[in-house]
T-cell receptor
Framework: DVKVTQSSRYLVKRTGEKVFLECVQDMDHENMFWYRQDPGLGLRLIYFSYDVKMKEKGDIPEGYSVSREKKERFSLILESASTNQTSMYLCASSPGTQEQFFGPGTRLTVL | GNSVTQMEGPVTLSEEAFLTINCTYT??????LFWYVQYPGEGLQLLLK?????DKGSNKGFEATYRKETTSFHLEKGSVQVSDSAVYFC????????????FGKGTHLIIQP
């Protein structure tokens, strides 16, 4: 089975802190994605990556950056966390086909 | 741009009832269509998919048919169980390469015993 893991299930940070969300997949997938999930808004794509050191902006990249130094790991970075970034963050990976495999999510609260 | 519209919930049904969750889409070209399910406290899991018009995806008693003429991909199940309580997302993939999926807002389904 494909396994996508995320470093934390729950995270509480303070406004202005730098936040790292880590995602690791164990199936050698080329593509990796970060989404945020908010009530009434569904899932929205923040960034994606189709190769090591490559990244592309999604629909809502403002306030976020990403890093992909190794194929299996894709990190989402909040340079200076704000309360409007309180959300559920979901990582996904894909082998280059359309299907995506999701991690369990990280629920981030910014106080 | 691409978009997915699905009925908003919560949808509350009794066990063994018939389920329909409507999903319509707007996209250029011929997208692939998906239903994902999210159980409480978990990430999303692929439930079923269809990649071309008139295809029927099915899994775990759920079915959905890709209707190009009505741009729809409604999810159905003949007899729901309490364990089907979850949030269901309709999604499409219309891009090439590594483009992300476009999701609907999700439908919260509650099945009462």
């Amino acid at each position: 089975d494909v396994k996508v893991t995320q470093s934390s299930r729950y995270l509480v940070k303070r406004t202005g802190e730098k936040v790292f969300l880590e995602c690791v997949q164990d199936m050698d997938h080329e593509n990796m994605f970060w989404y945020r999930q908010d009530p009434g808004l569904g899932l929205r794509l923040i960034y994606f990556s189709y190769d090591v050191k490559m990244k592309e902006k999604g629909d809502i990249p403002e306030g976020y950056s990403v890093s992909r130094e190794k194929k299996e790991r894709f990190s989402l970075i909040l340079e200076s966390a704000s309360t409007n970034q309180t959300s559920m963050y979901l990582c996904a990976s894909s082998p280059g086909t359309q299907e995506q495999f999701f991690g369990p999510g990280t629920r981030l609260t910014v106080l | 741009g691409n978009s997915v519209t699905q009925m908003e919930g919560p949808v509350t049904l009794s066990e063994e009832a018939f389920l329909t969750i409507n999903c319509t889409y707007t996209a250029t070209g011929y997208p692939s269509l998906f239903w994902y399910v999210q159980y409480p406290g978990e990430g999303l899991q692929l439930l079923l998919k269809a990649t071309k018009a008139d295809d029927k995806g099915s899994n775990k008693g759920f079915e959905a048919t890709y209707r190009k003429e009505t741009t729809s991909f409604h999810l159905e199940k003949g007899s729901v169980q309490v364990s089907d309580s979850a949030v269901y997302f309709c999604a499409l993939w219309a891009g090439g390469g590594a483009d992300g999926l476009t999701f609907g807002k999700g439908t919260h389904l509650i099945i009462q015993p």
